[in-house]
């Protein structure tokens, strides 16, 4: 709690801060606070999903607002109505104890009389989306004369999403003296853009190394043909002990197609696009966060506001079409300090993005091979008898039923009760196992993602002791112009050293153009290393249940 009373925060909101079991400022919340509360300057806050930008820009305002001047001063501009949303409700939950304070939401899709009539009651906070917010100026409505603070949520989703003419409209209606506040998860051209038109002389923060959201995140991916998508999914989700994710589509009729097919084969799974309407949208998501749907498909708009913590993975049916969005969308695991994976199911015409997406993200992506039947199987029974060791069942033996149970049961063989259990249990797995086909798509698009039988392992003088991270090893190799292209695969950062494996063909170029140059200052040393095999094939573990459908009618015992 300290640490949030250091930034400078008062006591008002130190105790809705207490109210919310916030106790320490995220990274971004510890840098953009004690910013916004002293300096009037513009900003650029860059932090990954899901560390706390709302309150990082929503606090130190609510401390300058003037509460008891019924007047607009701060409006904060996103993309979507759902976040629009969960951002208002997100700082009226701030605002618990600064008293008098309004915050109005305007967005498309609602009946714009209410959020009129809510206006003219006079607001202080208005969180909006971009067309909605420009309709309202226009209605001359939404006075923006006494602006102090605007904020720009996901501004580059705001541009990409085409609302630059909106946002063009808006600010010139704002004062020049205005804050401007940009808040975005990833560095775009249109971030750029937006600054550069919008912003003057702005101070740019960035807390990206700290995030332990996307630390958490684990990157895999598959490759397989097209025709062998569907097949690859519901094998890898079969494979995966509880899934409780998202399933990303790139357009609206995808994510309808594969929702319909994922539950006519028995997965609990809905739809979520921008034509469903706002009652049924609010149903579907009720569910989610129950857990009776486990596996939410969706478009990148349609998940923008999602405010799930847990989620277990993130699967990427087709990539985004462009790569920030990635970010966006892996970042919707590995939040609330749990890990999580970040799938992604690849044609093999998109393997090549891979290497951009890790340089992005600055991680390993790890190859892995869609299971077969027989994997399947194997891993169903094991989650099987996981189960069957840690249920508790001390109580039971005191039950009503038991006695009959074990009464009843007296004259079946314990092979007609395994026969029983594999009839019932897995009935379907069965036909599962005999799904042999191998889906993993072949060939030279796949090969140059070469696991590390067609790598080789070399070995580098600096570790972790000298600042070396994972982007580095990337940006060694990538801004040496004589060894363009040269594919990077598994990489182990030690303290003292570390070592990486490089495609076969080209492992003598990287020793011979490495060597001898700097890094930080000192004479890099590189050498072949077998080290790098040790770590091939890591697997994550895992266990207890598989990804659960629908129950099946029984089948008979035969
Ligand atoms: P972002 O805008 O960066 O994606 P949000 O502002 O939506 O992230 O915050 C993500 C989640 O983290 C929310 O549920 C929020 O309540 C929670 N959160 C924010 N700051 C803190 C904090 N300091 N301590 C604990 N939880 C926090
Ligand atoms: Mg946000």
């Known amino acids: 709690m300290t640490a949030f009373k250091k930034l400078g925060l008062n006591s008002e909101i130190m105790k809705s801060l207490d109210d919310l079991g ?28 899901g560390t706390g930008k709302t309150a990082a820009f929503g606090l130190p305002i609510l401390q300058k607002i003037k509460a008891n001047e019924r007047v607009l001063q701060a409006i904060i501009l996103c993309p979507t109505r759902e976040l629009c949303i969960q951002i208002s409700r997100d700082i009226t939950k701030l605002a618990k104890y600064s008293e008098g304070l309004v915050v109005t939401a305007v967005y498309g899709g609602e009946k714009i009389d209410f959020q009129i009539k809510a206006l003219k009651r006079g607001t202080n906070i208005v969180v909006g989306t971009p067309g909605r917010v420009h309709d309202l100026i226009r209605r001359k409505v939404l006075k923006l004369q006494a602006i102090k603070w605007l ?12 609302f630059k003419d ?19 998860a990833t560095i775009s051209k249109s971030v750029r853009l937006i600054a550069k038109q919008y912003m003057t002389d702005a101070e740019e923060i960035i807390a990206g190394e700290q995030n332990v959201g996307a630390e958490k995140v684990s990157h895999e991916y598959y490759i397989v043909g097209a ?5 690859a999914l519901k094998r890898i989700l079969d494979y995966l002990p509880g899934v409780y994710g998202i399933l990303f ?32 949208r609010t149903k579907i998501m009720d569910r989610f966060k129950r857990k009776q749907i486990h596996l939410l498909v969706a478009t990148d708009v349609a998940a923008r506001g999602i405010d799930v913590s847990d989620l277990s993975h993130v699967i990427n049916y087709s990539l985004p079409g462009q790569d920030e969005a990635y970010t966006h969308r892996s970042g919707r695991t590995g ?18 993005r891979i290497k ?29 008898f996981a189960e069957i060791e840690n249920t508790k069942t001390e109580e ?33 797995l069965a036909s599962a196992c005999k799904n042999t086909r191998d889906l993993n798509a072949k060939g030279k698009a796949v090969n140059a993602r070469m696991g590390s039988e067609d790598g080789v392992g070399l070995k580098i003088n600096f570790g972790r002791k000298h600042g070396l991270d994972i982007k580095g090893v990337f940006a060694l190799i990538n801004s040496n112009r004589n060894l363009k292209g040269v594919e990077i695969g598994k990489i182990n950062l030690m303290p003292e050293y570390s070592v990486f494996s490089v495609e076969k063909k080209r492992a003598d170029e990287v020793i011979k153009y490495l060597k001898g140059t700097n890094f930080r200052g000192k004479k890099i040393d590189v050498s072949k290393s077998n080290m790098i095999a040790s770590y091939a094939g890591k697997r994550r573990g895992g266990s207890g249940r598989g990804f659960r459908r629908k129950r099946k009618e029984p089948r008979k015992v035969r």
Request: hydrophobic letters at 30%; a negative charge.
């Open 22 to 49: 916030f106790t320490e400022p995220s990274p971004i919340q510890e840098k953009t606070i004690p910013f916004i509360l002293k300096s009037e300057n513009d900003l650029i806050a860059l932090a990954q999903t």
């Open 356 to 384: 951009r997406l890790e340089s992005i993200i600055g991680k390993k992506f790890e190859y892995k091979k869609v299971p077969s039947g027989e994997d399947i199987c194997q891993k169903q029974i094991d989650n099987f």
């Open 335 to 352: 939040r609330a300090q749990k890990s999580g994976v970040s799938i992604s199911i690849l044609n093999p015409r998109d393997a090549g």
């Open 227 to 231: 025709r062998d998508r569907f097949e």
């Open 151 to 162: 904020v720009l949520d996901e501004a580059d989703e705001m541009l990409d999403m085409g």
């Open 249 to 280: 589509c790139r357009t609206r009729r995808e994510t309808g197609e594969v929702s319909d097919k994922l539950k006519q084969v028995g997965y609990d799974t809905d739809a979520l696009h921008g034509e469903i309407s706002q009652i049924m």
């Open 396 to 428: 039971i033996g005191n039950e009503r039923y038991f006695q009959e149970f074990s009464e009843r049961l007296k004259k079946t063989s314990k092979e007609d009760l395994i026969k029983y259990f594999i009839a019932n249990k897995f009935s379907r």
């Open 166 to 184: 909106d946002l063009d409209a808006i600010l010139t209606e704002t004062p020049k003296t205005r804050q401007t506040l940009l808040f975005s």
